[in-house]
């Protein structure tokens, strides 16, 4: 896997808003800054740099530029970049708690602007696994689309995706022997998941898979204790990362993250 340079974060401007289902809100960048964005990052992720309450105008963009008080980071996944029209579509996953994130994306006009850091390397499924199983609540589900449309067309496996609502469904391009399962939970806030209880009874087709899976953490943390020590799955064959946690906001939980021991 290829790691990028790191690069100074481009101020975006929000150029339009797409209710793509209830529970998901599309955000498109564009803008001077946003041209040269990489062309290959869908699955990638980027940072949202918002400004802190105390922030001004200029005092944000100093803090963009490395002074002062340190913007508010989120972390949200390259859904798509056209460079033909120079568009960024971020697509924010609406919940009840409305941190930072989810404020900005909820209020965000036209013409504001935002630092935007990154990408980081795409977050794909190996391609010459013998199968799959991809699987996320609704905060992977622009990461799952990339890795769907990544796959080869004879790829065979699971999908198994959380909403949280009927109307989230959506009809994915997805190979044709790639088992679409959905699962309903209106309040992820609250628990009562069963992604992984779901993910963890998936048959086990012969060979070896590549996974992915990502959302709230504690379901991510068992379905990767099972994979690796019931499965004995190879760590290079499974990306598993939580990527928010019940209860705790996205700085809390990042330095949880980080003491995790390595699996
Ligand atoms: C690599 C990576 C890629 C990600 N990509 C995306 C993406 O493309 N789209 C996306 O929507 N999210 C994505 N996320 C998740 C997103 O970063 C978190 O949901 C983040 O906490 C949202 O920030 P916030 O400011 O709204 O809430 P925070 O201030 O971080 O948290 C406030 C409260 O809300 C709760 N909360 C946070 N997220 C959720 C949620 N999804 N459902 C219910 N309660 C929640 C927290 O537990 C906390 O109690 C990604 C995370 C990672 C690590």
């Keep these: 896997m290829f790691k990028r340079k790191r690069s100074a974060p481009r101020l975006g401007e929000v150029i339009r808003k797409t209710q793509l289902s209830p529970n998901m809100l599309r955000v498109t960048f564009g803008g ?3 041209k040269g964005f990489p062309t290959d990052a869908a699955s990638a992720n980027i940072k949202l740099l918002l400004p802190q309450a105390e922030h001004d105008h200029a005092a944000y963009i100093e803090a963009l530029n490395g ?36 404020a900005f994306a909820l209020n965000a006009k036209l013409g504001d602007l935002v630092g935007i850091a990154g990408p980081s390397q795409p977050k794909l499924v190996n391609k010459d696994a013998d199968w799959f199983l991809i699987a996320g609540d609704m905060t992977a589900i622009p990461a799952i689309e990339a890795n769907l449309r990544y796959l080869p067309d004879n790829a065979r496996g699971h999908i198994v995706i ?43 087709l012969p060979g070896t898979p590549s996974v992915w899976m ?9 379905v990767r204790t099972y994979l690796a020590k019931t499965k004995l799955l190879d760590r290079r064959c499974r990306y598993t990362s939580g990527y928010w946690q019940i209860g705790q906001d996205e700085d809390d939980f990042q330095l949880v993250k980080r003491s995790e021991p390595d699996i």
């Design 162 to 204: 959380e909403v949280q609502d009927d109307n989230d469904k959506r009809d994915f391009a997805k190979p044709d022997l790639m088992q679409l399962t959905y699962l309903l939970n209106s309040k992820p806030e609250d628990g009562g998941s069963i992604l992984a209880e779901t993910v963890t009874s998936l048959e086990w």
């Design 32 to 34: 001077e800054a946003m």
């Design 67 to 102: 002074t002062g008080t340190k913007p508010i980071k989120r972390t949200y996944t390259v859904a798509n970049y056209d460079a033909d029209s120079n568009e960024l579509d971020i697509d924010f996953a609406l919940h009840s708690h409305a941190g930072p994130a989810t």
């Design 214 to 222: 990502a959302g709230e953490s504690s379901g991510v943390r068992e």
